[in-house]
């Protein structure tokens, strides 16, 4: 006879069925059960009440309190037995599939918590460069400050010395008319020292010029340095935004993560549930098993003993003879 492999139940019924119904031969009957029986030792709880389900017509109430069932396989028609063992592999291929499904769930899972953890860090370490980038330019500002202060006080001070020199040049001119009268006597002797004033004035007049065009330049050097401050100011307002809203992102991506973390979590711990079940409905499943073969030895006991009375009536009737 063929042996039937696990997970083509449904061809092996349908083949045995096309064959007519003919009798199995001991041999086929005997795989036949014992392949029943290893599926059935495979089922948890609910698969256990879904076969009884499906032979809910086959069943009988052992104590008639609607809580034990017996089913004897021996007794059932033979297409029935080949329909409860594919039901039987049916709902077995159906769970192998939902616990791939579920392995495949949490793998997902814990890719997406190790993708999130490095974009995490990523955005730490520009943040880290965003802020320190910020110090630097604050840096700057301040040097800025402070060089277009010292400009200012050297223009203050250049137009003080200018002041101060027109002063000195108004009270030399007085002096000069006030002893033109008496000095036509010294005119001859004090013109050489009046050419030589007349010189320091130039030289004093061309000072001030040069000191005139440094303090525009000054001028035009601090405004250009309060021009740059105000860019740096823009620009460290921009990285401050930028550094915020990195920080806030960075924040919803740990909440994520926290989140991603929790779900792990439960899902390790449905799963963890999902096998302390499988492990009660294996304790179950066996338990059913031994009742199963103490039922079915009680069985083949009374068959035996009948057998033995009805060789004995047998041989009774024949030595009678």
Not at 66 to 83: C, H, N, T, W
Not at 204 to 218: F, G, H, K, N
Request: glycine fraction near 6%; aromatic fraction near 2%; hydrophobic fraction near 40%.
């Amino acid at each position: 006879p063929r042996a039937p492999t696990h997970g083509d139940g449904e061809a092996t019924a349908a083949a045995l069925a096309a064959e007519g119904g003919e009798a199995l031969t001991a041999a086929e009957q005997a795989q036949l059960q014992l392949r029943i029986e290893r599926t059935f030792e495979q089922l948890n709880q609910k698969q256990i009440e879904r076969v009884i389900d499906f032979l809910r017509e086959d069943v009988t109430d052992a104590d008639g309190n609607g809580v034990e069932f017996e089913v004897d396989a021996d007794s059932l028609p033979l297409p029935r037995r080949l329909a409860m063992l594919a039901f039987m592999e049916q709902q077995l291929r159906e769970a192998e599939a939902s616990i791939d499904e579920h392995r495949g769930s949490c793998q997902g899972l814990g890719r997406t918590l190790s993708r999130l953890s490095e974009l995490a860090g990523a955005i730490s370490r520009e943040t880290s460069e965003s802020l320190a980038t910020a110090a630097t330019a604050e840096d700057a500002e301040r040097e800025a400050q402070i060089e277009a202060t010292s400009a200012a006080q050297a223009a203050q001070g250049l137009r003080e010395v200018g002041l101060a020199t027109q002063r000195k040049a108004a009270i030399e001119r007085e002096k000069r008319l006030r002893f033109k009268a008496c000095a036509r006597l010294r005119l001859e002797r004090v013109q050489g020292d009046l050419e030589a004033l007349h010189e320091a004035a130039s030289e004093r007049i061309a000072d001030m010029e040069s000191l005139r065009q440094e303090t525009v330049d000054a001028e035009a050097s601090a405004a250009a340095a309060l021009e740059e401050v105000a860019l740096r100011r823009a620009a460290l307002a921009a990285e401050e935004a930028q550094a915020f809203e990195r920080a806030q992102a960075e924040k919803e991506l740990q909440l994520e993560l926290i989140r991603l973390r929790q779900l792990h979590g439960d899902m390790h711990q449905r799963i963890r549930a999902i096998n302390a079940d499988i492990d009660e409905r294996v304790q179950r499943r066996r338990a059913a098993q031994a009742q199963m073969r103490q039922g079915h030895m009680a069985r083949t006991d009374a068959r035996i003993e009948r057998m033995r009375r009805l060789d004995g009536d047998i041989l009774v009737a024949a030595v009678g003879a």
